[in-house]
Nanobody
Framework: QVELVESGGGLVQAGGSLRLSCVAS????????MGWYRQAPGKKRELVAA???????FYDDSVKGRFTISRDYPKNTLYLQMNGLKPEDTATYYC?????????????????WGQGTQVTVSS
């Protein structure tokens, strides 16, 4: 059973915007910190943004001020609003469940991943 399903990727020009969505099962969404990772060809997967159940948010420095993570509980949906996109944002984006080391900005995936959605930013 697929429990995390991403959508919203596409091709956009530099400076443009996209909003990614991840519909999750209630089992995963209601009790977990959630986040977005991305992986570009030849590079390791990196955490872009995270949001706890209480609404605490974390952003990688490369996307601060441009990306916004949010979650809609009635819809069991995680979002990533991406503005001011740059060619270096080109990657496959994955939503995932996370665990957070208390009182730190250290997050670890807990093993649930979506299938990914491709974001391509042209210059």
């Amino acid at each position: 059973q697929v429990e995390l399903v991403e959508s919203g990727g596409g091709l956009v020009q530099a400076g443009g915007s996209l909003r990614l969505s991840c519909v999750a099962s209630r089992r995963l969404f209601s009790v977990n910190t959630m986040g977005w990772y991305r992986q570009a060809p030849g590079k390791k997967r990196e955490l872009v943004a995270a949001i706890s159940g209480g609404g605490y948010t974390f952003y990688d420095d490369s996307v601060k001020g441009r990306f916004t993570i949010s979650r809609d509980y009635p819809k069991n949906t995680l979002y990533l609003q991406m503005n001011g996109l740059k060619p270096e944002d080109t990657a496959t984006y994955y939503c995932a469940t996370l665990t957070q080391t208390p009182y730190t900005d250290t997050f670890y995936p807990t093993g649930d991943w979506g299938q990914g959605t491709q974001v391509t930013v042209s210059s």
